[in-house]
């Protein structure tokens, strides 16, 4: 089984052969790519697709053919899709699920984030895979015994996962730090060590709890020690709440104790507010950061078609007919 590992791991450097071609020409073209965030989201696409390997091989070893075990993994995928979708614009249940969405665990390193907790969790999510795969596979063994093995692993699966939440540590390798508050409310925000109850009253699908949550939630939670967010739900299914829900669109902040109330979706209203609270000055300011200017490019790629269109699917049919597996293909003579 390893070495099918390592011959799908093989086939997967394989695909990504036209990506980093595509890499290449663009940086020829003058265009810019950040070393460190390129890394980040290459990783992940790694771990991704060493689930989906591992879940792959659990489906082979469940299954007698290769067809249904091919339609099983991709049922699973697909699956992850559906789920990240029904989660747009609905709360509770659907929320929840979204959470075991395999291209959930995407999503940080595609904004830039190295999230350690995520990382863990993709390791134990493949090793425990392929564990379940190891005890599936001998025939003969009796179903008891099977199940016993699989539970086994399930709990240590979880036991591992539910270790690897908690270190928390989350690092945002952009450039202009994009995902992250200023340094010196970094540095304040970390020596608040009470827990800060955020109540947020808006329904899931509210495009404003979507940006509360990219521009502050998310960061508090990466910031702070102990963080508490709770999502109330208006009273029926319009996302704007009943006419005379007098509280909807509030945040109210609760920490040491003591409350406060806003409509504001901007760090810069809430962080004071926060820190009126914790009975703490604002943070003095550090040395101003200069705003990301981007790298607009506009280049002549055509001549790029050449090797993509020709040279590379050329070299591909070369590099498969040179090799023995071709030669075990019964091809029809006319």
């Not at 993709?122 to 539970?151: D, E, H, Q, Y």
């Not at 690092?171 to 009470?194: A, C, K, V, W, Y």
């Not at 739900?233 to 040491?256: N, R």
């Not at 050449?306 to 070369?318: D, K, M, T």
Request: neutral net charge; glycine residues 8%.
């Amino acid at each position: 089984m390893a070495a099918k590992f390592a011959a799908l791991l093989a086939a997967w450097l394989i695909a990504l052969i036209p990506v980093l071609s595509a890499l290449v020409c663009w940086g020829l073209l003058g265009g810019h790519l950040d070393a460190r965030e390129t890394a980040t989201l290459m990783l992940g696409h790694l771990l991704y697709a060493l689930v989906i390997g591992a879940i792959s091989f659990l489906a082979a070893a469940l299954t007698e053919g290769g067809a249904t075990a091919a339609i099983l993994a991709l049922a699973v995928t697909l699956g992850s899709w559906v789920l990240d979708f029904a989660a747009l614009d609905r709360g509770g249940v659907s929320s929840l699920l979204a959470a075991l969405s395999l291209t959930s665990l995407l999503r940080p390193f595609e904004q830039g984030l190295l999230s350690v907790p995520t990382v863990l969790s993709m390791l134990v999510a493949t090793a425990g895979f392929l564990a379940l795969t190891a005890i599936w596979l001998p025939p003969g063994v009796p179903l008891r015994r099977k199940f016993k093995g699989s539970a086994l692993v399930l709990a240590a699966a979880a036991i591992l996962t539910s270790g690897a939440a908690q270190a928390k540590a989350v690092f945002d390798i952009t450039p202009d730090r994009r995902n992250s508050f200023p340094l010196p409310d970094e540095m304040l925000l970390g020596q608040l060590h009470e827990r800060l109850l955020v109540t947020v009253h808006m329904a899931s699908s509210d495009p404003r709890l979507v940006d509360l949550d990219r521009k502050v939630l998310a960061r508090l939670r990466r910031t702070m020690p102990w963080v508490t967010i709770r999502i109330a739900e208006p009273s029926q299914t319009s996302p704007f709440g009943e006419a005379g829900d007098g509280d909807y669109g509030e945040i109210v902040l609760t920490y040491h104790d003591k409350s406060a109330t806003t409509r504001s979706t901007g760090a810069g209203e809430i962080l004071p507010i926060l820190y009126e609270l914790a009975g703490v000055g604002l943070p003095a300011p550090g040395a101003p950061v200069p705003d990301e200017p981007g790298y607009p490019l506009v280049a002549n790629a055509s001549n790029t078609a050449i090797w993509f269109y020709g040279v590379q699917p050329l070299a591909f049919a070369v590099a498969w007919w040179l090799t023995p597996a071709h030669r075990r293909i019964p091809w029809r003579r006319s």
